[in-house]
Structure formats: structure tokens, C-alpha cells
T-cell receptor, first 113, second 116 residues
Framework: NAGVTQTPKFQVLKTGQSMTLQCAQDMNHNSMYWYRQDPGMGLRLIYYSASEGTTDKGEVPNGYNVSRLNKREFSLRLESAAPSQTSVYFC????????????FGNGTRLTVT | AQTVTQSQPEMSVQEAETVTLSCTYDTSESNYYLFWYKQPPSRQMILVIRQEAYKQQNATENRFSVNFQKAAKSFSLKISDSQLGDTAMYFCAWRYSGGGADGLTFGKGTHLIIQP
């Protein structure tokens, strides 16, 4: 059981380049999330998807777009990368029940030069 | 908006000691859940313990226990008989229980170092 799988693990981009971070879960979860983690800032929510076909903005959505391709997959796209987007990105998923914890992928370390 | 505050950026204790990590939160909601996550150097996010706000009894998981004070909006994590493998970042998190799927609100984390 793989859980939540993120690709790639590491990426270096130049300012202005674009890329898509991929995320897939095999736990049949309804809700999926993208967080970014920066030193001293904890994890901040970028976007989330309550169910297939729906997406909503989180705390820090500017500069990002998302696609909930199907129930399993939720991708995060940077159209024009900026150095301020240098971060570690985590995908997570959960059942709809509120006491269900989030299950996290292993993260993507992105550096924008 | 809900906020979660972890006032200790870093803590260091000797192996086998007991350590308490503090967490306070601010919310006007009465029904919610609280979580502690551990992030070792591998970067993996691991659930340590969870607490339902409607339960008065404090949650425990082996060496990990919480002190949940709802009126004070406090949710501290106690680690007993600390081990070298407990060295990690620890994040406190809050989640609304009234429906919706807007995820967890995290604190900024406490870096815990267990010294041999």
C-alpha cells in the first residue's frame, strides 16, 4: 500500500520556468491538499480539493494552479516560477470524517534560482 | 481565522528525560480536533496523537500523551522516557469538525533535540 506518492522528490527551476508537481493516493480518500513548508513558518495550505471536480484556495494560493484529475490524483502547477516559491511541497489526503488525520506524501524540495 | 501557536522554536533534553511541548490555539468554534505530527530529518510527516475537543479525557499513545485544556485553548504534548529517535520537528495542528474539507491549520513547529 503506497499511500500518498509525490513526484518528483527534488527539482531545480530557473525563474520564469513552469512545472507540475504530481500527487496520487491509493487510499480512496475524498479530500486532497497541497501545503508548502518554509523554515520557521510551519505548513501553509496552498489549495485543496474536497472531492473530485472541486478545488478551493487555501492560505497562500497566489502563483499556483491545481487540477483534481480524478479521485486519485491532484496536481500543483507553477506557471512562472519565482524565487519566493522555493520551498518544500507536501501533498496530503484524508477521508471526509473530521477526526481522520491527513496522510502525507514525502514532499518535493523545489529550488527556484 | 484560526491560529495555532507553538512558542518554543527549539528544545533540547537528555535521553530518558520527560519533555513537554506547548501549543495554544485560537478559535471561536466549539467542535474541533487537535493533532500532533512528528517530522524527522527524513521529512516524512508522521501522526503522533490526536484529540477530539468534545472528549475530556486526555489522549495517550504509548510514551506520548497530551494535556488538553479546552478553556485555556491549550494542547501540550508530553514525551516520557525520551529516545534519540524522538529528535524531530513537532507540529501542532487544528481541524474544524463541523463539516467541510479545508484541512489542518498548523503551528510553526518545535525542533526537539534529544541528547545522548
Amino acid at each position: 500500500n503506497a499511500g500518498v506518492t509525490q513526484t518528483p522528490k527534488f527539482q531545480v527551476l530557473k525563474t520564469g520556468q513552469s512545472m507540475t508537481l504530481q500527487c496520487a493516493q491509493d487510499m480512496n480518500h475524498n479530500s486532497m491538499y497541497w501545503y508548502r513548508q518554509d523554515p520557521g513558518m510551519g505548513l501553509r495550505l496552498i489549495y485543496y480539493s474536497a472531492s473530485e471536480g472541486t478545488t478551493d484556495k487555501g492560505e497562500v494560493p497566489n502563483g499556483y494552479n491545481v487540477s483534481r484529475l480524478n479521485k486519485r490524483e491532484f496536481s500543483l502547477r507553477l506557471e512562472s516560477a519565482a524565487p519566493s516559491q522555493t520551498s518544500v511541497y507536501f501533498c496530503a489526503s484524508t477521508q471526509t470524517a473530521e477526526n481522520s488525520p491527513l496522510h502525507f506524501g514525502n514532499g518535493t524540495r523545489l529550488t527556484v534560482t | 481565522a484560526q491560529t495555532v501557536t507553538q512558542s518554543q522554536p527549539e528544545m533540547s533534553v537528555q535521553e530518558a528525560e520527560t519533555v513537554t511541548l506547548s501549543c495554544t490555539y485560537d478559535t471561536s468554534e466549539s467542535n474541533y480536533y487537535l493533532f500532533w505530527y512528528k517530522q524527522p530529518p527524513s521529512r516524512q510527516m508522521i501522526l503522533v496523537i490526536r484529540q477530539e475537543a468534545y472528549k475530556q479525557q486526555n489522549a495517550t499513545e504509548n510514551r506520548f500523551s497530551v494535556n488538553f485544556q479546552k478553556a485555556a485553548k491549550s494542547f501540550s504534548l508530553k514525551i516520557s522516557d525520551s529516545q534519540l529517535g524522538d529528535t524531530a520537528m513537532y507540529f501542532c495542528a487544528w481541524r474544524y469538525s463541523g463539516g467541510g474539507a479545508d484541512g489542518l491549520t498548523f503551528g510553526k513547529g518545535t525542533h526537539l533535540i534529544i541528547q545522548p
